[in-house]
């Protein structure tokens, strides 16, 4: 019973193209990569929320008064990078 698609003898642990070891190693780097790629985008998410709302404080304290135009640039410059 093969398949044109089907690479192996049939034996889920052994001589196929991915069996035995090499199976799991590309089933465990499958995973971790697509865990990284989702770790990846929470965190870099996480920080323009963080960055967002900081900025937006800024911004209001430099409306009511509470802070120079200097110290309101420098802050600035240090939460946007630039």
Known sequence: MHSRF????????????FGGIWGWLIGIGVVLLIAAVIYLLVSKNKKTTVNASAL??????FAQG?????????????????
Do not use: H
Request: proline fraction near 0%; charged fraction near 25%.
């Open 56 to 61: 937006a404080t800024l911004d209001t304290k």
């Open 66 to 82: 509470e802070i120079t135009i200097e110290e309101y640039q420098k802050r600035k410059s240090v939460l946007t990078g630039k």
């Open 6 to 17: 089907f690479i192996g003898s049939g034996s889920c642990m052994g001589s196929g193209i």
